[in-house]
């Protein structure tokens, strides 16, 4: 049997570059139909704003679908909508249950652990190096945007410029 954490990690989809969860499986977690949940944050909208919460475009939804399986039978009226971390986090003030509460918690730990997963990956200035290798090779035949990223990648990669101290020194 597959367990909680693992469970809700599945769950999880890149979009936009946010990490998401889509509306039914939230639903599905909180045992409450995925049209109540809808209900609830519409009438609680100013507290979603677009990077905590949006709806798929009609490609975004296609895509999904035909990527997991799981959701190619999901026939709907609408395209679905999807939360962000900060959203699921929103909706543990809007679902006011214990489920939603217990549930919320879960789904935080396992975001935590996934942040924690990719920040012990300890070769990510080597990742980086690389990158910009291979944008410096596809700079050659390309335009100035792709330099202005070589260039943020180098500022990632640099130390930070050492400051002046301000204020009155004594030296010993």
Do not use: C
């Amino acid at each position: 049997m597959i367990d909680k954490l693992t469970q809700i990690q599945n769950m999880i989809h890149e979009i936009r570059g946010f990490k998401v969860m889509i509306d039914s499986d939230l639903a599905r977690l909180y045992e409450i139909e995925t049209k109540a949940l809808n209900r609830t944050v519409k009438r609680n909208i100013e507290r979603f704003p677009d990077f905590f919460m949006f709806q798929l475009s009609e490609e975004e939804w296609n895509n999904l679908r035909y990527q997991f399986g799981t959701f190619k039978n999901d026939v709907r009226k609408y395209r679905p909508y999807v939360f962000t971390e900060h959203g699921v986090l929103m909706l543990s003030s809007v679902l006011n249950s214990k489920k939603a509460i217990s549930v919320n918690i879960e789904i935080m730990v396992t975001f935590i652990k996934m942040r924690q997963f990719v920040f012990s990956q300890g070769d990510t200035n080597e990742q980086i190096a690389e990158l910009r290798k291979l944008l410096m090779l596809y700079i050659e035949k390309n335009d100035k945007r792709v330099n202005e990223i070589i260039i943020a990648l180098n500022n990632l990669i640099e130390q930070p410029p050492k400051t002046k101290k301000i204020g009155f020194h004594v030296d010993e």
